[in-house]
């Protein structure tokens, strides 16, 4: 039913010869053999990317649709790699899809508000409340830092920090300061800023063999590229202070 992933262009494995999420992410998972009902599920995805596009604040660079859309795909290439059920794919990508609804009301602590949001809308969409209670933790799971308890957590923690053993890790990594630099109080200057990534991906491990097997190499060059960039704001920074100094000394 599967093909195998992509290794080297990173795409994600189709299903049926269909890719689950195009650029836009609003095809459905009607190949997918699911027992549950196909429609609902297309609902579900239709109603939160429309929520999410509609409501979230313009300056959340990061937390935003395309970012939703993005762990989605992470997930669904992770689940298919570690072999997970069809019913367990289908919880995995209902939790990827509302584990940043929070972000609608509250930059900080926004699990537990996507928790009750999902708590709140799947029950309309036919979800029992084993399943609605399995999407919640897999929701709160994702809340920093991570620490799953279960296989299917552990894919959705590796596929929202997909992006720091990928090509685009800078890029996302500037959004995220945007981000963060409009709507917490934390101001972080970009020095400091790419200290705390440097640190985190130094410690940060995937959960999954399969996540460790399509992005730890990456994951390590991003990591010798931050250093690199450090060494470089260093450098730059310890030859303005000494050009100071020699303009100093001419008037001395």
Known sequence: MFSLFDRKNGKNPPVNGMHLW???GMQTLLSYNYSYSHMEFARVKEFILQKLSRELKPSLYYHNAQHTIDV???VETL???EKVSADEMLLLIT????HDTGFIWSYENNEPLACEFATKTLPEFSYTPLQVSTVCQLILSTAMP?????LLEEILCDADLDYIGREDFFITALRLHREWSENSARKIPFRDWYEKQRDFVETHEFFTRSARLLRNEKKRKNLS???ELLDLIESSADFRIKKVNNAKN???
């Open 72 to 74: 989605c795909r992470s």
């Open 225 to 227: 590229q931050v250093r």
């Open 250 to 252: 001419l008037y001395l």
């Open 146 to 150: 991570q620490k799953p308890e279960t």
């Open 95 to 98: 939790a990827a899809l509302f």
């Open 22 to 24: 195009g650029m836009q």
């Open 79 to 81: 689940a298919i790699m």
